[in-house]
């Protein structure tokens, strides 16, 4: 309804009002304050996201579905943190006890904040909930949470160390995306899937373990990680994402892979299926001008070696049956592509 109302600096919910919609008050930048009647019933989801001067979301006392505790939005019996205001000027905020779950965007880009003290309630973190907190720098996890969904601490642009606990189970898509200055961060065993676009910009990242109950590497994983060298799939892992798992890696020189895993494996750091018919990746970061793709392949996958900056030539054998859509896509120093009679 006020969706991007840059000038509005305050307004008076009658009491007839029972529902706030998603994105009601979204971008309103100049408002300051808000006061919750005792009637609202549901609040959306996104209902102030991106409110920058927002200090206080005030409820009445008498409302029986949330309530505010110095101006940060809660349910009621204080289980859910629904939101907390930008405008707010503390650099470090403590979660209250008995908080289990942090609603979808509630800290969304809380700029000023530097800290976080997370309790040992703590079991969910939403989408989004921490995005774009630009000086934020660590986080501890508690050790009994278990779920972090989508782009939790996406863009947190200071995050230099993360600790997840060995309680988590599952981590959404996007959780670390953009995360450029992000350089220590342990996996939880418990894992199944390195989600899509997980690590995708993360600069500073050298090096990560995968745990060995992962089954599965989502699309763009480790997209932009300028800095990763090398890295080893376990016995675990049966299906890679051929789109840009290891796009742009630059510095990655070998992609090691468990002897024993049954669908992967790696000759000389080159990532093949196992018969190994398949070319998968070409790592970005190989010093060699030139490479053979070895007999007996018959297929080079999609982006398999998009975007390398080194090679000049690539020896294709008789064997080759299909050369996937933008395999050699980018190769901005590619003089040629030889195909090798039998």
Known sequence: MFYGCKKLAFIEIPSSVTEISYSAFSFCTGLTSINISQN???????????????????????NENYLSVDGVL?????????????????????????????????????????GI????????????????????????????????????????????????????????????????????????RKIAVISANMFNGCEKLTSIIIPSNVTSI???????????????????????????????????EAINVAEDNKSFM??????????PKRLVTYPNGKKESEYTVPEGVTEIESLAFSKNPILTVVNIPSSLSEISRYAFSTCDNMKSINILSV
């Open 40 to 62: 609202v019933e549901l609040i959306e989801k996104g209902a102030f996201t991106g409110c920058s001067a927002l200090q206080n979301i005030n409820v009445d006392e008498e």
């Open 266 to 275: 790696s000759i000389d750091g080159v990532l093949f299926s196992k018969d």
């Open 74 to 114: 809660f349910n009621k019996n204080k289980t859910t943190l629904i939101a907390y205001p930008i405008g707010k000027e503390n650099a470090e905020y403590a979660i209250p006890d008995d908080v289990a779950e942090i609603a979808e965007n509630a800290f969304y880009e809380c700029t000023k904040l530097t």
């Open 218 to 252: 989502s699309e763009f994983a480790f997209s932009g990680c300028v800095g990763l060298t090398s890295i080893n799939i376990p016995s675990s892992v049966r299906m890679i994402d051929w789109l840009g798992v290891f796009d742009g890696c630059f510095a990655l």
């Open 117 to 188: 003290i997370f309790p040992d309630s703590l079991r969910s973190i939403e989408n989004s909930a921490f995005r774009g907190c630009e000086k934020l720098a660590e986080v501890i996890l508690p050790e009994k949470i278990t779920s972090v969904s989508g782009a939790v601490f996406a863009d947190c642009v200071s995050l230099t160390r993360i600790i997840l606990p060995e309680s988590i189970t599952s981590i959404g898509s996007a959780v670390f995306s953009g995360c450029i200055s992000l350089e220590e961060v342990s996996l939880p």
